[in-house]
């Protein structure tokens, strides 16, 4: 089935742990996107990319980083994981960067403790 | 600075109308989307908006009025699995999309 794979779906991380967020679509979309959703928040975009090989950030990038090797994977990476980034991590991909219509994965919930 | 309002919550009854609504104030804009949202999962899209005026598909209509800044998510008969949360989001100049809190929709038999 097409769409948008993450891994893991869940995760309990301690403080100052490197952790990466895995995602691979089979869309050949050429926009990918991460997002965090927090209760009472809308979602908000951390880092995006246009195509690959070009990365973007977002609204809250700090603590996170990306990369854009190929058109299929869009990797998240928390270098030091911290509290405050406890979420549920959202990726999703569209055809190109300027649509709005976006297709998201299922969802990855981190607890960072 | 940009921003997107919405309801928390509704409630409405199995088989009656809902009407959602959303104001936007964004730098620029290139659209309106609604998103569907049921718990625990991931949201998927519903409709887009440019233009004023009100686009129907099925049971599930979106309104836009771009002089005001607001747009409304309508749904007809509804039906229980419809109980979702509902987001709304604006496309600024930049393509970027700003997102609502969402609205969260509780359908009562």
Redesign the interface.
């Known amino acids: 089935i097409a769409g948008i794979t993450q891994a893991p779906t869940s995760q309990i991380l301690a403080a100052g742990r490197r952790m990466t967020l895995r995602c691979t679509q089979d869309m050949r979309h050429n926009a990918m996107y991460w997002y965090r959703q927090d209760l009472?928040?809308?979602?908000?975009?951390i880092h995006y990319s246009n195509t690959a090989g070009t990365t973007g950030k977002?609204e809250v990038p700090d603590g996170y980083s990306v990369s854009r090797a190929n058109t299929d994977d869009f990797p998240l990476t928390l270098a030091s994981a911290v509290p405050s980034q406890t979420s549920v991590y959202?990726c999703a991909s569209s055809e190109r960067?300027?649509?709005?219509?976006?297709?998201?994965?299922?969802?990855s919930r981190l607890t960072v403790l | 600075g940009q921003n997107i309002d919405q309801p928390t919550e509704m409630t409405a009854t199995e088989g009656a109308i809902v009407q959602i609504n959303c104001t936007y104030q964004t730098s620029g804009f290139n659209g309106l989307f609604w998103y569907q949202q049921h718990a625990g999962e991931a949201p998927t899209f519903l409709s887009y908006n440019v233009l004023d005026g009100l686009e129907e598909k099925g049971r599930f209509s979106s309104f836009l009025s771009r002089s005001k800044g607001y747009s409304y998510l309508l749904l007809k008969e509804l039906q229980m699995k419809d109980s979702a949360s509902y987001l709304c989001a604006a496309q600024d100049s930049n393509y970027q999309l700003i997102w609502g809190a969402g609205t969260k929709l509780i359908i009562k038999p």
């Open positions: 009472g928040l809308g979602l908000r975009l977002g959202f960067g300027d649509t709005g219509e976006l297709f998201f994965g299922e969802g």
